[in-house]
């Protein structure tokens, strides 16, 4: 990320009303919008339902949830980079605070400048574990598909009695002939090898 991150919209949570000013008055200086401000873990879940924030900074210990059990219900709704506030890096609440989500932590009393940097930081961070997310999920899903199609190709070849690579050619075609993809074929070979089967069950 090049620069400062602004114009997001934050929801901020503590239970200190001067830290909750705080945040109020020196977020849109930086270019931010705080879209909604709580007082407590149970109130910032429903904050964040409502607005879908792009960035969550909450105090810890708060009324009712704290900010690292609320940040986990968030990000279990919605995805969202999450930074901690404190008045103590106390090591026990360091951690639990290891969640893939919780991207920054700040030590009260904040200082301006080291918020802002705080915050481009969870945001870049926030956007490098998505990419790895999404690349890990997408080779997930290649390998799953992987498993169906050589299924499929392994009944095609029983079935027609050829061989491994004519199989798998004749599938490629037909495919291209109805403009399936070749996933969706594989899974509606095995649809049907599931009704054969079934049917020769029958008597």
């Not at 360091?94 to 301006?112: N, Q």
Request: aromatic fraction near 4%.
């Amino acid at each position: 990320m090049n620069g400062p991150a602004t114009g997001l919209r934050i929801v901020v949570a503590d239970d200190e009303r001067d830290m909750r000013q705080f945040f109020q008055e020196l977020l849109p200086h930086m270019g931010h919008e705080v879209v909604a401000v709580a007082e407590s873990g149970r109130q910032l879940v429903e904050a964040c339902r409502q607005t879908r924030p792009d960035v969550v900074i909450t105090d810890i210990k708060m009324p009712d949830m704290d900010g690292i059990d609320a940040s986990a219900e968030i990000n279990r709704v919605h995805a969202v980079p999450v930074m901690l506030v404190s008045a103590h890096a106390e090591g026990e609440l360091l951690a639990r605070s290891g969640a893939e989500y919780i991207m920054s932590y700040l030590v009260k009393p904040i200082k301006p400048a080291d918020l802002q940097a705080a915050i481009t930081l969870a945001v870049a961070r926030f956007e490098q574990y998505q990419r790895v997310r999404d690349e890990a999920a997408s080779l997930r899903q290649s390998l799953e598909d992987r498993k169906v199609i050589e299924q499929a190709k392994g009944i095609a070849m029983r079935r027609l009695s050829i061989g491994e690579t004519e199989a798998y050619r004749r599938m490629r075609r037909l495919s291209s002939q109805h403009n399936w993809k070749l996933i969706d074929l594989a899974h509606r070979v095995l649809e049907s090898e599931t009704i054969f089967k079934s049917l020769e069950e029958v008597r």
